[in-house]
T-cell receptor, first 114, second 112 residues
Framework: SAVISQKPSRDICQRGTSLTIQCQVD?????MFWYRQQPGQSLTLIAT?????????ESGFVIDKFPISRPNLTFSTLTVSNMSPEDSSIYLC???????????FGQGTRLTVV | KQEVTQIPAALSVPEGENLVLNCSFT??????LQWFRQDPGKGLTSLLL?????REQTSGRLNASLDKSSGRSTLYIAASQPGDSATYLC???????????FGTGTRLKVLA
């Protein structure tokens, strides 16, 4: 199974600033995803990170707020831009090694915006 | 639109009890269903994956069943331990895609 390293594990940020979260996988994977988990809520998909092209965003999420990069098959970044306290959440990277089989998750980034 | 519901939302049991967590989904055209565990403030750990052609999967004290026709899955935990305390989430992929829809979770507390 894929091993996913996510950095940072947690951060406290000032409103109006941006934070970039990194997701590194120990093997090449087809699908990479970014999820958000707001306090007390379940997970919501932000976007699919596409290798070599623009990410595919879900309804309610836009590229200006959550720019995503995926330069190769093992790495992706998610930036949370112009942060507000409402962005305080756990952000999780997920991969699907062989497309629609088992999904694996990183340990998440716990973001607090003050 | 796929919707996933988990019952109960929270559960507190004494150590040693066998327990059942429930997951229901509205669209039965799923490829698989996956159960996860999440410790407070942490990421998700995959527990069991059931393919659409399977009816159940077992791992240690955990057993998950799947009934696609009725849109239900159950996670059975035998001889519960305090270390089992966590939130348990079920998830199914959106029809025709690889994107998972998550249930709201069951917060389990096993008392020593």
């Amino acid at each position: 199974s894929a091993v996913i390293s996510q950095k940072p594990s947690r951060d406290i940020c000032q409103r109006g600033t941006s934070l970039t979260i990194q997701c590194q996988v120990d093997s090449q994977v087809t699908m990479m995803f970014w999820y958000r988990q707001q306090p007390g809520q379940s997970l919501t998909l932000i976007a699919t990170a596409n290798q070599g092209s623009e990410a595919t965003y879900e309804s309610g999420f836009v590229i200006d707020k959550f720019p995503i990069s995926r330069p190769n098959l093992t790495f992706s970044t998610l930036t949370v831009s112009n942060m507000s306290p409402e962005d305080s959440s756990i952000y999780l990277c997920s991969v699907d090694e062989h497309s629609n089989t088992e999904a694996f998750f990183g340990q998440g980034t716990r973001l607090t915006v003050v | 639109k796929q919707e996933v519901t988990q019952i109960p939302a929270a559960l507190s049991v004494p150590e040693g009890e066998n327990l059942v967590l429930n997951c229901s989904f509205t669209d039965s055209a799923i490829y698989n269903l996956q159960w996860f565990r999440q410790d407070p403030g942490k990421g998700l750990t995959s527990l069991l994956l059931i393919q659409s052609s399977q009816r159940e999967q077992t791992s240690g004290r955990l057993n998950a069943s799947l009934d696609k026709s009725s849109g239900r899955s159950t996670l059975y935990i035998a001889a519960s331990q305090p270390g089992d305390s966590a939130t348990y989430l079920c998830a199914v992929p959106t029809s025709g895609t690889y994107k998972y829809i998550f249930g709201t979770g069951t917060r389990l507390k096993v008392l020593a």
